[in-house]
Each structure stands twice: as C-alpha cells, then as structure tokens.
C-alpha cells in the first residue's frame, strides 16, 4: 500500500497477502518484477532479497521468484495428494519476521471455509512467540530467512 510503482504492474501479483509472484514468460527464463520496500526472502530459496527496486533474474522449468513479504505467517498443508483432507492435520506454520516488532497471524480452516485453528506470531529481539489455537497441538513451524532466532511456543 501507498507505493504507486506497483499501480501498473501485470507481469506480476500478490498469491494472498504474504506470496510475491512473478511467473516466467520467456524461453530464456529471465524475468524482472519489482519488489517493494522490505527484506523479503524467496519460498523455494530461502536467499532474501532487499526490496525497494527492479530485481532480474533468471528461472528454470523448476523455478519462479516466490517471494514471502516481511512480516508473515504462512500456513502450509501436510497432503500433497488431494486437494480435500483436513487441513489443520500436521500444517506446517513458515514464520518470516525479520524485524523486531513485527506480528502476523494466519488461520487454518476446514473444507466449509470455517476457521478451526489460528496462528499468530510476534517478534521481540531475537525471540518470536508463536501462539496456536485449535488443531490440537498438531502442527510444526520453520523460521525463514537467514538468521537464527529462537521460538517460544504456547
């Protein structure tokens, strides 16, 4: 919000709140699109890139700029072979918060779109909090980026 670069913008876009996006229309598998402001850190690389400007780079057939923007919690579901299961069995929470300060929450929902567990994660210094309601316990979190903080679950 607020950063009129992005107004014109359609060789890209955001996949929800937390995922940038850039698919590859070239053979050649370059591709530029612009990230703004932030560090975010790329999904399939884990590399984190400064925003603020025109990043270029080049994918493969196995490939895409995936990028998570600061400050997010993403829930990824634990069944890759269908799309119809419980998603809050073994969800696996990815948390990027590279600042401190820096809250996000995410919810869990079932197959009628009600939500049955939250997660919300907050960081302070080199600490994050993740609180989880619902699932029974039933889940696993991964801190992205590239430094090492500690996490404090309740």
């Not at 996949?15 to 560090?39: H, N, Q």
């Not at 884990?46 to 990028?67: I, R």
């Not at 909090?129 to 979190?141: A, E």
Request: glycine share 12%.
């Amino acid at each position: 919000p607020g950063d009129r670069a992005c107004e014109t913008l359609d060789k890209q876009y955001m996949l929800g709140d937390s995922l940038l996006t850039a698919p590859i229309f070239k053979e050649s598998g370059e591709v530029e699109y612009y990230l703004p402001e932030g560090i975010w850190v790329n999904l399939l690389t884990g590399k984190t890139v400064t925003g603020g400007g025109w990043q270029k780079e080049t994918h493969n057939y196995f490939s895409l700029p995936l990028m998570v923007r600061p400050g997010s919690v993403i829930a990824v579901g634990s069944n890759c072979e269908k799309p119809d299961y419980n998603y809050a069995k073994g969800v696996r929470f990815l948390l990027y918060l590279p600042e401190t300060g820096m809250k996000a929450e995410t919810a869990v929902t079932d197959l009628t779109g009600k939500t049955v567990m939250t997660a919300c994660a907050e960081r302070e210094g080199n600490t994050i909090r993740l609180t989880v309601n619902g699932g029974n316990n039933d889940y696993t979190y991964e801190v992205l980026g590239e430094e090492l903080l500690s996490v404090v679950c309740s």
